[in-house]
């Protein structure tokens, strides 16, 4: 079975500092795995996804992650926050050989950017 | 262009009433996805529409939970006999071949919030 495990529930960073949001993921077959963000009142967006072409991948407003299967690990950064990336984020795992498509969720974390 | 919609964006019911839930998705997009998000909790799949039939319902919890898509395009969430553990944000998702092996993106809706009371 697939699991994606978020470390934290709430980040918390200073206007301009390194976002670094972590996420570990458990999979018995090459993953997919993706960041959503989730804006208050808004639907789920499309932050990045991993899917096999490169280990260093890059997405909207300035976020990248970085795959390392050695530490099943896809953390989410960012070099320099904004008040506007203060949002919960979803670290998401799929499974590459099934075709059935469901994504399967972390818990979310909800990072705050103090000013 | 219009991405998925889904009304209405909330529901209060009464314990033991019935819902429908209903999700337009972007238009050609052929596969249509349901999740359930509880406060606090990250999206949990219910089920997976191909065109109009449902390839993979394993995530609905349990025979009150029922969804259709008559003519692939437009699906609707049917819970029976509500119960207050049914509260959540229902989220709706398409994508255009379906299929996280062709790197699709789901693009998901705003969700409609269930309240039963």
């Known amino acids: 079975a697939q699991s994606v495990t978020q470390l934290g529930s709430h980040v918390s960073v200073s206007e301009g500092a390194l976002v670094l949001l972590r996420c570990n993921y458990s999979?018995?077959?090459?993953?997919?795995l993706f960041w959503y963000v989730q804006y208050p009142n808004q639907g789920l967006q499309l932050l990045l996804k991993?899917?096999?072409?490169?280990?260093l991948v890059k997405g909207i407003n300035g976020f990248e992650a970085e795959f390392k299967k050695s530490e099943t690990s896809f953390h989410l950064t960012k070099p320099s926050a904004h008040m506007s990336d203060a949002a919960e984020y979803f670290c998401?795992?799929?499974?590459?050989?099934?075709?059935?498509?469901?994504?399967?969720f972390g818990k979310g974390t909800r990072l705050h950017i103090l000013p | 262009g219009a991405g998925v919609s889904q009304t209405p964006s909330n529901k209060v019911t009464e314990k033991g009433k019935y819902v429908e839930l209903r999700c337009d998705p972007i238009?050609?997009?052929?596969?249509l996805y349901w999740y359930r998000q509880s406060l606090g909790q990250g999206p949990e799949f219910l089920i997976y529409?191909?065109?109009?039939?449902?390839?993979?319902d394993s995530g609905l919890p349990n025979d009150r939970f029922f969804a259709v898509r008559p003519e692939g395009s437009v699906s609707t969430l049917k819970i029976q006999r509500t119960e207050r553990g049914d509260s959540a944000v229902y989220l709706c998702?398409?994508?255009?071949?379906?299929?996280?092996?062709?790197?699709?993106?789901?693009?998901f809706g705003p969700g409609t919030r269930l309240t039963v009371l």
């Open positions: 998702a398409s994508s255009p071949k379906g299929g996280t092996s062709y790197t699709d993106t789901q693009y």
């Open positions: 999979s018995s077959v090459p993953p997919y």
């Open positions: 991993y899917t096999s072409a490169a280990t």
């Open positions: 998401a795992v799929s499974d590459m050989m099934n075709r059935d498509d469901k994504i399967i």
């Open positions: 238009s050609g997009h052929t596969a």
């Open positions: 529409f191909q065109g109009t039939g449902a390839a993979d």
